[in-house]
């Protein structure tokens, strides 16, 4: 979206791949994400949002460590336990580290001055963690809450991820800090790695607790620390193989029916990228439909909590769970009331 037509990096870029001109042209044609033409567009919903992804731009000259003291000797085991135990206290949900494998990081980076070059990282570690988005405002996905609770989400991981990267620059270690427009790594395969849950068929992490409903940062370091081992948990794949409720709901049909297939030496289930942005440009808004629908977004109280140990325990449970969740909930999002401050109409 960044290119300009008939400049050298548009025309490079189209030299490459010949095949994304005619789509690429088509979505450019479109309103475009937060626009005042979007379907729906709301003046101040939008701003919103703006202001919220114009702080993490900001945010962006930030990134980087810069660290200008002596290396703290520290033990890995007890450094690892204060990182995460900080990230909780600065309003992290699940944190988990990882070591930082090269399939995680991007080989091109995409956006603005990074656009074209190799991305690298020299980092050995990485912690991942997770903050929630608000149901309430998922639930209105497509409409504007939607957008207006990830991009306050966004905003929100970026300054934990900061202040987590100032605090391991204090100790005199390198760190980077991944945030919103501005990552090197594949933020939901770093966490996925950390433990954080698995990616499930719309393609997003799906965590335990709050299922796909939730914003990812990394920070990435040379400090020793010492990874989580992850558990993976095959009942969330099981059940998202029967479950098809993001498919059947998703407004551009970008989700796929079928099962997970061997793509680029992974299994997983193949997302229609295009798709999916292109309807984001008809709307303005992130959709989050997908989101809204997952049975694993359901709040995480004391009942979803019994049935999900149970899902996890009993293979043969997710038929007759999965029919009494449509019963209770329908196979579509049902809204429930949003704040009277909440414009209740576009415009």
Not at 50 to 64: H, I, P, R, T
Not at 92 to 114: C, F, W
Not at 287 to 295: H, N, S
């Amino acid at each position: 979206m960044e290119l300009e037509p008939d400049t050298e990096a548009y025309l490079e870029y189209y030299a490459r791949r010949p095949e994304n001109l005619r789509i690429d042209e088509t979505i450019r044609k479109l309103p475009g994400l937060l626009s005042p033409e979007a379907k729906e567009a709301d003046t101040l919903g939008f701003a919103s949002a703006l202001g919220s992804f114009d702080l993490c731009e900001d945010l962006g000259a930030f990134v980087e460590a810069n660290t200008g003291v002596e290396k703290v000797a520290l033990d890995p085991g007890r450094a690892s336990r204060f990182l995460k135990e900080l990230a909780r206290y600065y309003g992290a949900l699940d944190v988990g580290i990882t070591r930082l494998e090269p399939y995680h990081i991007y080989s091109i980076l995409g956006r603005k001055e990074r656009r074209g070059k190799a991305g690298r990282l020299s980092h050995s570690f990485a912690l991942a963690f997770t903050v929630e988005m608000n149901r309430r405002f998922i639930a209105a996905a497509p409409a504007v809450p939607v957008v207006m609770e990830s991009s306050k989400q966004y905003a929100n991981a970026a300054l934990i991820a900061l202040q987590l990267k100032n605090f391991i620059a204090r100790l005199g270690y390198d760190a980077r800090a991944h945030i919103d427009g501005n990552y090197h790594v594949i933020a939901p395969l770093v966490a996925r790695d950390a433990g954080l849950g698995e990616i499930g068929r719309m393609g997003l992490l799906m965590t335990p607790s709050q299922g796909p409903r939730v914003r990812i940062s990394i920070v990435s370091t040379d400090l020793p620390l010492i990874p989580d081992e992850r558990v993976g948990d095959s009942s969330m794949i099981r059940f998202c193989r029967i479950c098809k409720r993001c498919a059947e709901n998703c407004p551009s049909r970008a989700i796929s029916f079928s099962d997970r297939e061997q793509l680029d030496g992974a299994y997983r289930w193949k997302i229609n990228m295009d798709s999916c942005f292109r309807y984001w440009n008809i709307v303005g808004t992130d959709c989050g439909r997908c989101l809204a629908v997952c049975p694993y977004s359901h709040p995480n109280t004391g009942l979803h909590k019994l049935i999900r140990i149970l899902l996890r325990r009993a293979p043969l449970l997710h038929y007759p769970f999965l029919w009494l969740e449509t019963i209770f909930y329908g196979r579509k999002p049902v809204q429930g009331p949003l704040p009277n401050w909440i414009p209740p109409e576009t415009g």
